[in-house]
């Protein structure tokens, strides 16, 4: 079985696979009578497909403990699927380019307090990944006609774990 190291999450290295979402560094601006702080277009909000509209949904995710058995990941054809953890717990991000329809090697991110993710429309995935307590996600995806979820589990499970 391999072994995938987790790596802290950052905007440059999660690149290939969509948007880090957080607070440093976002464009910002006062509104309401400058009692609210807007940090503006955080994330690319994809929709694809037949009829499609974005959903605004709260998940709430059981701990998974380390090191990690990964035995599939997922993606989303029609649209993005962003991810704003409503505590400051961090989590797994687990994501892998795609090589000719299949997952390539996956990389694992360990986000810090503050961070969420937008994954890319077409972007492989782990399933959401909480770290230690039951935690709850705002999450931004799409509806719409179609099926939007596509699975890959692989012949031999990974192991993810911390250095």
Known sequence: MSTIFIEPLTAAAFAPFGQVI??????????????????????????????????????????????????????HPFGSQAFYPLSERPFLVIVAEDRSGTPDTPRAFLTKPGQGVNIGMNTWHGVLTTLGEVSDFLVVDRGGDGNNLEEHHFDVPLTVAQR
Not at 62 to 74: I, K, S
């Open 22 to 75: 957080e607070l440093d560094g976002a464009q910002h601006y006062t509104i309401n009578s400058g009692m609210t702080e807007r940090y503006h277009d955080l994330a690319h909000v994809e929709l694809g497909g037949a009829n499609p509209r974005p959903l605004i949904s709260i998940f709430r995710g059981q701990p998974y403990d380390l090191p990690l058995t990964l035995r599939l990941v997922e993606r």
